[in-house]
Protein backbone atom coordinates (compact mmCIF):
# COMPACT_ATOMS: atom_id res chain seq x y z
CA UNK A 1 0.00 0.00 0.00
CA UNK A 2 1.24 3.38 -1.32
CA UNK A 3 -0.06 4.99 2.53
CA UNK A 4 3.44 7.52 3.08
CA UNK A 5 3.71 10.60 0.95
CA UNK A 6 5.76 10.04 -2.14
CA UNK A 7 6.83 14.05 -2.43
CA UNK A 8 10.30 14.63 -1.54
CA UNK A 9 12.44 17.69 -2.07
CA UNK A 10 15.99 17.84 -3.20
CA UNK A 11 18.49 17.37 -0.48
CA UNK A 12 19.31 21.29 -1.03
CA UNK A 13 16.27 22.87 -1.98
CA UNK A 14 14.91 26.38 -2.24
CA UNK A 15 11.85 26.36 0.04
CA UNK A 16 9.15 29.46 0.46
CA UNK A 17 8.33 28.85 4.08
CA UNK A 18 5.29 30.42 5.55
CA UNK A 19 4.47 31.07 9.21
CA UNK A 20 0.72 31.83 10.36
CA UNK A 21 0.00 34.39 13.20
CA UNK A 22 0.07 31.63 15.97
CA UNK A 23 4.14 30.49 14.93
CA UNK A 24 5.07 33.75 14.88
CA UNK A 25 2.53 35.15 18.31
CA UNK A 26 5.37 36.15 20.60
CA UNK A 27 9.51 36.81 21.20
CA UNK A 28 9.85 32.50 21.94
CA UNK A 29 7.94 31.72 18.85
CA UNK A 30 9.67 34.00 16.75
CA UNK A 31 13.48 32.85 18.06
CA UNK A 32 11.99 29.27 17.85
CA UNK A 33 11.29 29.96 13.91
CA UNK A 34 14.70 31.71 13.42
CA UNK A 35 16.50 28.27 14.87
CA UNK A 36 14.64 26.54 12.42
CA UNK A 37 15.76 28.88 9.52
CA UNK A 38 19.27 28.38 10.74
CA UNK A 39 18.84 24.61 10.25
CA UNK A 40 17.54 24.41 6.80
CA UNK A 41 20.72 26.85 6.21
CA UNK A 42 23.16 24.64 7.59
CA UNK A 43 21.47 21.85 5.80
CA UNK A 44 22.36 24.08 2.45
CA UNK A 45 18.60 25.36 1.46
CA UNK A 46 17.81 28.32 0.23
CA UNK A 47 15.09 29.91 2.35
CA UNK A 48 12.79 32.55 1.77
CA UNK A 49 10.06 33.86 4.70
CA UNK A 50 6.98 34.76 4.26
CA UNK A 51 5.55 35.83 7.24
CA UNK A 52 1.88 36.66 9.04
CA UNK A 53 0.66 39.34 11.79
CA UNK A 54 1.72 38.35 14.95
CA UNK A 55 -1.12 36.10 16.69
CA UNK A 56 -4.32 37.83 16.28
CA UNK A 57 -2.96 41.00 15.67
CA UNK A 58 -4.53 41.55 12.26
CA UNK A 59 -8.24 41.40 14.31
CA UNK A 60 -7.00 43.71 16.91
CA UNK A 61 -6.24 46.31 14.27
CA UNK A 62 -9.53 45.60 12.63
CA UNK A 63 -11.39 45.95 16.19
CA UNK A 64 -9.37 49.46 16.67
CA UNK A 65 -10.38 50.82 13.15
CA UNK A 66 -14.13 49.93 14.46
CA UNK A 67 -13.53 51.42 17.50
CA UNK A 68 -12.32 54.68 16.22
CA UNK A 69 -14.70 55.71 13.38
CA UNK A 70 -17.65 54.35 11.12
CA UNK A 71 -16.07 55.42 8.22
CA UNK A 72 -13.50 53.59 6.91
CA UNK A 73 -12.04 54.02 3.48
CA UNK A 74 -10.13 50.88 2.14
CA UNK A 75 -7.56 52.81 1.67
CA UNK A 76 -6.58 53.68 5.02
CA UNK A 77 -8.05 50.06 6.56
CA UNK A 78 -5.06 49.07 4.46
CA UNK A 79 -2.91 50.97 5.70
CA UNK A 80 -3.51 49.89 8.99
CA UNK A 81 -3.65 46.12 8.64
CA UNK A 82 -0.55 45.77 6.59
CA UNK A 83 1.37 47.34 9.81
CA UNK A 84 0.91 44.11 11.32
CA UNK A 85 2.98 41.95 8.83
CA UNK A 86 5.21 44.68 8.61
CA UNK A 87 6.18 44.74 12.34
CA UNK A 88 6.55 40.84 12.35
CA UNK A 89 8.98 40.69 9.65
CA UNK A 90 11.55 43.27 11.03
CA UNK A 91 11.46 41.33 14.70
CA UNK A 92 11.55 37.65 12.47
CA UNK A 93 14.96 39.37 10.73
CA UNK A 94 16.22 40.60 13.58
CA UNK A 95 15.88 36.74 15.58
CA UNK A 96 17.31 35.79 12.41
CA UNK A 97 20.72 38.04 12.86
CA UNK A 98 20.65 36.59 16.64
CA UNK A 99 20.57 32.97 15.25
CA UNK A 100 23.62 33.50 12.62
CA UNK A 101 21.49 34.35 9.53
CA UNK A 102 22.37 36.78 7.32
CA UNK A 103 18.61 38.24 6.33
CA UNK A 104 16.62 41.64 5.25
CA UNK A 105 13.08 42.59 5.55
CA UNK A 106 10.33 43.57 2.99
CA UNK A 107 7.27 45.05 2.91
CA UNK A 108 4.77 43.85 0.04
CA UNK A 109 5.21 46.73 -1.85
CA UNK A 110 9.47 46.33 -1.50
CA UNK A 111 9.14 42.36 -2.60
CA UNK A 112 7.39 43.69 -6.21
CA UNK A 113 3.95 42.95 -5.59
CA UNK A 114 1.78 44.78 -7.89
CA UNK A 115 -1.75 44.66 -7.07
CA UNK A 116 -5.45 46.39 -8.25
CA UNK A 117 -6.86 48.81 -6.34
CA UNK A 118 -9.62 46.37 -4.83
CA UNK A 119 -8.54 47.84 -1.41
CA UNK A 120 -9.16 44.99 1.65
CA UNK A 121 -9.31 41.83 -0.86
CA UNK A 122 -6.56 42.94 -3.29
CA UNK A 123 -5.26 40.48 -6.14
CA UNK A 124 -1.99 40.33 -7.41
CA UNK A 125 -1.33 41.37 -10.82
CA UNK A 126 2.17 40.93 -11.14
CA UNK A 127 5.13 39.76 -8.61
CA UNK A 128 8.87 41.21 -9.94
CA UNK A 129 10.92 39.62 -7.17
CA UNK A 130 14.52 40.98 -8.50
CA UNK A 131 15.23 42.35 -5.33
CA UNK A 132 14.17 38.88 -3.61
CA UNK A 133 16.52 36.85 -6.20
CA UNK A 134 19.15 39.10 -5.12
CA UNK A 135 19.21 39.06 -1.34
CA UNK A 136 19.26 35.18 -2.53
CA UNK A 137 22.49 35.57 -4.43
CA UNK A 138 24.06 37.25 -1.90
CA UNK A 139 23.29 34.70 0.62
CA UNK A 140 20.56 36.56 2.70
CA UNK A 141 17.31 34.84 3.61
CA UNK A 142 14.67 37.42 2.65
CA UNK A 143 11.72 37.82 4.95
CA UNK A 144 8.53 38.96 3.10
CA UNK A 145 5.77 40.41 4.78
CA UNK A 146 2.70 38.22 3.79
CA UNK A 147 -0.65 39.48 2.55
CA UNK A 148 -0.13 42.99 0.64
CA UNK A 149 1.27 44.61 -2.14
CA UNK A 150 1.18 47.88 -4.51
CA UNK A 151 -1.62 48.72 -6.56
CA UNK A 152 -1.24 50.14 -9.62
CA UNK A 153 -2.39 53.66 -8.07
CA UNK A 154 0.61 52.91 -5.64
CA UNK A 155 -0.89 52.54 -2.77
CA UNK A 156 -0.63 50.13 -0.14
CA UNK A 157 -3.22 46.95 -0.48
CA UNK A 158 -3.97 43.82 1.42
CA UNK A 159 -4.29 40.73 -0.21
CA UNK A 160 -7.52 40.16 2.44
CA UNK A 161 -7.88 37.18 5.39
CA UNK A 162 -5.23 34.68 4.75
CA UNK A 163 -3.40 36.17 2.46
CA UNK A 164 0.10 35.24 3.40
CA UNK A 165 -0.66 31.78 2.31
CA UNK A 166 -1.09 33.42 -1.26
CA UNK A 167 2.02 35.51 -0.90
CA UNK A 168 4.08 32.33 -0.19
CA UNK A 169 2.92 30.13 -3.29
CA UNK A 170 3.20 33.86 -5.64
CA UNK A 171 6.50 34.10 -4.50
CA UNK A 172 7.39 30.25 -5.04
CA UNK A 173 5.85 30.20 -8.58
CA UNK A 174 7.98 33.37 -9.30
CA UNK A 175 11.01 31.84 -8.15
CA UNK A 176 10.51 27.94 -9.32
CA UNK A 177 10.49 27.17 -5.73
CA UNK A 178 10.82 23.41 -4.74
CA UNK A 179 8.16 23.31 -2.75
CA UNK A 180 6.12 26.36 -0.65
CA UNK A 181 5.88 25.00 3.26
CA UNK A 182 2.58 27.04 5.21
CA UNK A 183 3.53 26.34 8.76
CA UNK A 184 0.73 26.64 10.94
CA UNK A 185 -0.56 25.57 14.56
CA UNK A 186 -0.98 22.12 13.62
CA UNK A 187 0.82 19.09 11.94
CA UNK A 188 -1.23 19.17 8.72
CA UNK A 189 -4.44 19.30 7.26
CA UNK A 190 -6.92 16.76 9.10
CA UNK A 191 -9.74 14.63 7.96
CA UNK A 192 -11.78 16.92 10.07
CA UNK A 193 -10.55 19.80 12.42
CA UNK A 194 -8.47 18.67 15.33
CA UNK A 195 -9.66 20.46 17.93
CA UNK A 196 -13.27 19.48 17.25
CA UNK A 197 -12.51 16.00 16.71
CA UNK A 198 -9.93 14.52 18.90
CA UNK A 199 -9.37 11.50 16.62
CA UNK A 200 -9.45 13.14 13.22
CA UNK A 201 -5.88 11.73 11.74
CA UNK A 202 -3.58 13.71 9.49
CA UNK A 203 -3.89 13.38 6.03
CA UNK A 204 -0.13 12.78 4.24
CA UNK A 205 -1.07 13.80 0.99
CA UNK A 206 -4.06 14.97 -1.12
CA UNK A 207 -4.83 15.82 -4.16
CA UNK A 208 -5.59 19.81 -5.36
CA UNK A 209 -9.06 18.74 -6.46
CA UNK A 210 -9.69 17.53 -2.98
CA UNK A 211 -8.00 20.41 -1.03
CA UNK A 212 -9.89 22.68 -3.08
CA UNK A 213 -13.34 21.22 -2.34
CA UNK A 214 -12.07 21.14 1.00
CA UNK A 215 -11.30 24.75 1.11
CA UNK A 216 -14.58 25.83 -0.63
CA UNK A 217 -16.39 23.81 1.91
CA UNK A 218 -14.87 25.92 4.63
CA UNK A 219 -11.48 24.42 5.53
CA UNK A 220 -9.15 27.27 6.76
CA UNK A 221 -6.09 26.12 5.92
CA UNK A 222 -4.57 26.41 3.47
CA UNK A 223 -6.35 29.55 2.44
CA UNK A 224 -8.70 29.23 -0.47
CA UNK A 225 -7.31 31.15 -2.66
CA UNK A 226 -3.28 30.00 -2.38
CA UNK A 227 -4.71 26.41 -3.06
CA UNK A 228 -5.98 27.74 -6.45
CA UNK A 229 -3.03 29.61 -7.19
CA UNK A 230 -0.83 26.59 -6.38
CA UNK A 231 -2.90 24.06 -8.74
CA UNK A 232 -2.73 26.41 -11.48
CA UNK A 233 0.95 27.04 -11.37
CA UNK A 234 1.66 23.23 -9.78
CA UNK A 235 3.00 24.42 -6.94
CA UNK A 236 3.35 21.85 -4.34
CA UNK A 237 2.26 22.31 -0.99
CA UNK A 238 3.73 21.20 2.20
CA UNK A 239 1.43 22.13 5.26
CA UNK A 240 3.35 21.48 8.96
CA UNK A 241 3.94 22.46 11.80
CA UNK A 242 5.80 25.12 13.56
CA UNK A 243 5.43 23.71 16.51
CA UNK A 244 6.81 20.21 16.11
CA UNK A 245 8.74 20.24 12.87
CA UNK A 246 7.26 17.18 11.81
CA UNK A 247 6.37 16.17 8.57
CA UNK A 248 2.81 17.33 7.54
CA UNK A 249 0.54 17.20 4.42
CA UNK A 250 1.67 17.12 0.66
CA UNK A 251 -1.09 18.90 -1.91
CA UNK A 252 -0.19 18.22 -4.93
CA UNK A 253 -1.12 16.88 -8.42
CA UNK A 254 -3.11 13.88 -8.51
CA UNK A 255 -1.06 10.81 -9.39
CA UNK A 256 -2.29 7.49 -9.92
CA UNK A 257 -0.48 5.93 -7.30
CA UNK A 258 -2.32 8.29 -4.78
CA UNK A 259 -5.12 6.33 -3.30
CA UNK A 260 -8.92 7.37 -3.48
CA UNK A 261 -10.94 7.63 -0.25
CA UNK A 262 -14.54 7.94 -0.84
CA UNK A 263 -14.46 10.32 2.11
CA UNK A 264 -11.51 12.04 2.95
CA UNK A 265 -13.08 14.57 5.31
CA UNK A 266 -15.32 16.45 6.82
CA UNK A 267 -15.67 20.17 7.40
CA UNK A 268 -17.74 22.16 8.77
CA UNK A 269 -17.67 25.99 8.37
CA UNK A 270 -19.60 28.46 10.51
CA UNK A 271 -18.74 32.12 8.77
CA UNK A 272 -22.64 31.46 6.15
CA UNK A 273 -25.49 33.18 7.05
CA UNK A 274 -29.29 31.91 5.28
CA UNK A 275 -31.36 34.26 3.45
CA UNK A 276 -35.02 33.13 2.16
CA UNK A 277 -37.27 35.57 -0.12
CA UNK A 278 -40.98 33.93 0.31
CA UNK A 279 -43.67 34.31 -2.23
CA UNK A 280 -41.41 34.81 -5.62
CA UNK A 281 -43.58 34.85 -8.24
CA UNK A 282 -42.38 31.33 -10.07
CA UNK A 283 -41.57 33.07 -14.23
CA UNK A 284 -38.34 32.83 -15.82
CA UNK A 285 -36.24 35.30 -15.56
CA UNK A 286 -36.48 36.47 -11.75
CA UNK A 287 -33.97 34.42 -10.27
CA UNK A 288 -31.56 35.52 -12.89
CA UNK A 289 -32.69 39.09 -12.04
CA UNK A 290 -32.44 38.36 -8.33
CA UNK A 291 -28.77 37.11 -8.83
CA UNK A 292 -27.33 39.24 -11.22
CA UNK A 293 -28.22 42.27 -8.69
CA UNK A 294 -26.23 40.32 -5.46
CA UNK A 295 -23.63 39.60 -7.88
CA UNK A 296 -22.58 42.84 -9.20
CA UNK A 297 -22.95 44.03 -5.77
CA UNK A 298 -19.92 41.62 -5.02
CA UNK A 299 -21.73 39.56 -2.28
CA UNK A 300 -20.98 35.61 -2.62
CA UNK A 301 -23.86 33.37 -3.08
CA UNK A 302 -23.14 29.71 -2.05
CA UNK A 303 -25.61 27.33 -1.58
CA UNK A 304 -29.39 27.88 -3.61
CA UNK A 305 -31.99 26.03 -2.69
CA UNK A 306 -35.61 26.77 -4.69
CA UNK A 307 -39.03 25.20 -3.45
CA UNK A 308 -40.67 23.74 -5.94
CA UNK A 309 -44.16 25.95 -6.75
CA UNK A 310 -47.41 25.99 -5.56
CA UNK A 311 -49.46 28.53 -7.09
CA UNK A 312 -47.78 30.16 -9.36
CA UNK A 313 -45.48 31.01 -6.34
CA UNK A 314 -42.20 29.56 -4.78
CA UNK A 315 -39.53 30.48 -1.87
CA UNK A 316 -35.87 30.62 -2.72
CA UNK A 317 -33.07 30.55 0.16
CA UNK A 318 -29.06 30.98 -0.15
CA UNK A 319 -26.04 31.29 1.96
CA UNK A 320 -23.63 34.18 1.89
CA UNK A 321 -20.83 35.08 4.39
CA UNK A 322 -22.09 36.66 7.49
CA UNK A 323 -20.62 39.76 7.12
CA UNK A 324 -22.40 40.13 3.50
CA UNK A 325 -25.71 39.54 5.21
CA UNK A 326 -26.54 43.23 5.64
CA UNK A 327 -25.90 43.70 1.98
CA UNK A 328 -27.54 40.72 0.85
CA UNK A 329 -30.84 41.49 2.52
CA UNK A 330 -31.08 44.94 1.60
CA UNK A 331 -31.13 44.19 -2.21
CA UNK A 332 -33.22 41.29 -1.36
CA UNK A 333 -35.52 43.59 -0.09
CA UNK A 334 -35.62 46.19 -2.69
CA UNK A 335 -36.00 43.39 -5.36
CA UNK A 336 -39.08 41.86 -3.14
CA UNK A 337 -41.06 45.04 -4.11
CA UNK A 338 -39.93 45.47 -7.62
CA UNK A 339 -40.78 40.99 -8.48
CA UNK A 340 -43.66 41.43 -5.69
CA UNK A 341 -42.65 38.81 -3.33
CA UNK A 342 -44.14 38.25 0.24
CA UNK A 343 -40.81 38.71 2.78
CA UNK A 344 -37.46 38.57 3.53
CA UNK A 345 -36.24 36.27 6.16
CA UNK A 346 -33.00 35.61 7.42
CA UNK A 347 -31.18 33.16 9.84
CA UNK A 348 -27.63 33.72 11.00
CA UNK A 349 -27.67 30.79 13.59
CA UNK A 350 -26.50 28.14 10.28
CA UNK A 351 -23.56 25.79 9.95
CA UNK A 352 -22.50 23.85 6.93
CA UNK A 353 -21.37 20.53 7.02
CA UNK A 354 -19.35 18.94 4.24
CA UNK A 355 -18.05 15.82 3.57
CA UNK A 356 -15.29 15.52 0.71
CA UNK A 357 -13.83 12.42 -1.21
CA UNK A 358 -13.06 11.96 -4.96
CA UNK A 359 -14.23 8.45 -4.08
CA UNK A 360 -17.82 9.21 -3.95
CA UNK A 361 -17.53 9.50 -8.00
CA UNK A 362 -17.62 5.25 -8.26
CA UNK A 363 -19.49 4.97 -4.65
CA UNK A 364 -23.16 4.81 -4.69
CA UNK A 365 -25.10 5.66 -1.17
CA UNK A 366 -22.78 8.53 0.13
CA UNK A 367 -25.38 10.76 0.74
CA UNK A 368 -27.85 8.53 1.69
CA UNK A 369 -25.27 7.13 4.76
CA UNK A 370 -24.46 11.06 5.03
CA UNK A 371 -28.95 12.04 5.56
CA UNK A 372 -29.28 9.32 7.50
CA UNK A 373 -26.55 9.63 10.07
CA UNK A 374 -27.70 13.30 10.85
CA UNK A 375 -31.28 12.04 11.45
CA UNK A 376 -30.27 9.33 13.50
CA UNK A 377 -29.00 12.11 15.51
CA UNK A 378 -32.00 14.65 15.43
CA UNK A 379 -30.01 17.08 13.18
CA UNK A 380 -32.19 18.26 11.19
CA UNK A 381 -31.33 19.75 6.91
CA UNK A 382 -32.15 22.84 5.81
CA UNK A 383 -30.49 22.78 3.02
CA UNK A 384 -28.30 20.52 0.98
CA UNK A 385 -26.26 20.62 -2.75
CA UNK A 386 -23.51 18.81 -4.05
CA UNK A 387 -20.42 18.23 -6.38
CA UNK A 388 -19.16 15.08 -8.07
CA UNK A 389 -16.92 14.98 -4.93
CA UNK A 390 -18.74 17.24 -1.86
CA UNK A 391 -22.20 16.67 -0.43
CA UNK A 392 -23.10 19.81 2.01
CA UNK A 393 -25.82 20.28 4.52
CA UNK A 394 -26.84 23.63 6.36
CA UNK A 395 -27.81 22.75 9.82
CA UNK A 396 -28.04 24.46 13.07
CA UNK A 397 -24.87 26.26 14.22
CA UNK A 398 -25.27 24.55 17.83
CA UNK A 399 -25.27 21.39 16.15
CA UNK A 400 -22.02 21.54 14.37
CA UNK A 401 -19.89 19.72 16.35
CA UNK A 402 -22.21 16.56 16.74
CA UNK A 403 -22.60 16.60 13.06
CA UNK A 404 -19.20 16.31 12.32
CA UNK A 405 -18.39 13.96 14.88
CA UNK A 406 -20.69 11.26 13.66
CA UNK A 407 -20.04 12.05 10.16
CA UNK A 408 -16.37 11.19 10.97
CA UNK A 409 -17.34 8.27 12.81
CA UNK A 410 -20.25 6.65 10.30
CA UNK A 411 -17.02 7.02 7.79
CA UNK A 412 -14.59 5.88 9.92
CA UNK A 413 -12.07 8.17 9.29
CA UNK A 414 -10.43 7.87 12.38
CA UNK A 415 -8.63 4.85 10.76
CA UNK A 416 -7.56 7.17 7.63
CA UNK A 417 -3.76 6.13 6.26
CA UNK A 418 -3.47 8.04 3.82
P1 LIG B 1 -2.52 30.16 10.14
O1 LIG B 1 -2.94 31.38 10.93
O2 LIG B 1 -1.34 29.44 10.72
O3 LIG B 1 -2.33 30.48 8.70
P2 LIG B 1 -5.23 29.23 10.52
O4 LIG B 1 -5.41 29.59 11.96
O5 LIG B 1 -5.88 30.09 9.51
O6 LIG B 1 -3.67 29.08 10.21
O7 LIG B 1 -5.71 27.74 10.29
C1 LIG B 1 -5.22 26.69 11.12
C2 LIG B 1 -6.36 26.13 11.95
O8 LIG B 1 -7.28 25.51 11.08
C3 LIG B 1 -5.98 25.04 12.92
O9 LIG B 1 -5.65 25.56 14.17
C4 LIG B 1 -7.23 24.14 13.00
O10 LIG B 1 -7.93 24.29 14.21
C5 LIG B 1 -8.10 24.65 11.86
N1 LIG B 1 -8.63 23.57 11.03
C6 LIG B 1 -9.94 23.41 10.70
N2 LIG B 1 -10.12 22.33 9.95
C7 LIG B 1 -8.91 21.76 9.77
C8 LIG B 1 -8.45 20.58 9.10
N3 LIG B 1 -9.29 19.76 8.45
N4 LIG B 1 -7.13 20.30 9.12
C9 LIG B 1 -6.27 21.13 9.78
N5 LIG B 1 -6.64 22.25 10.44
C10 LIG B 1 -7.95 22.57 10.46
N1 LIG C 1 -2.68 38.43 9.10
C1 LIG C 1 -3.68 38.26 8.07
C2 LIG C 1 -4.87 37.50 8.62
O1 LIG C 1 -4.91 37.24 9.80
C3 LIG C 1 -3.14 37.63 6.82
C4 LIG C 1 -2.69 36.21 7.01
O2 LIG C 1 -2.39 35.77 8.11
O3 LIG C 1 -2.62 35.49 6.01
O4 LIG C 1 -5.77 37.18 7.90
MG1 LIG D 1 -4.30 32.88 10.06
Redesign the pocket.
Known amino acids: MSSLPSVSVSPVALLVQKF????VADPTRIRDVADHVARCRRRGDEVVLVI?AMGKETDELLRLAHEVSEIRPGREMDMLITAGERKAVALVSMALHAAGVDSESYTGSQAGFLTDTNHTNAKILEVNADRIREALDAGRVPVVAGSQGMSTDRDVTFLGR?G??TTAVALAKVLGADACE?????S????????VVDT?RKIHRISFDEMLE?TAAG???PAMRSVEFAHRHRVPLHVRSAFTWEVGTWVTEEDPDMEEAVIR?V?ADLSEAKVTVTGVPDRPGIAANLFRRLADADVNVDMIVQNASEGGVTDISFTVPRLELDQALQICEDKRAEIGAEHVTSGQRIAKVSVVGAGMKSNPGVAATVFETLANHEVNIEMISTSAIRISCVIAHDQADRAVQVLHDVFELEKTEF
Open positions: GGTSSGSDLYTDVGVFTTDPRAMCPKAV
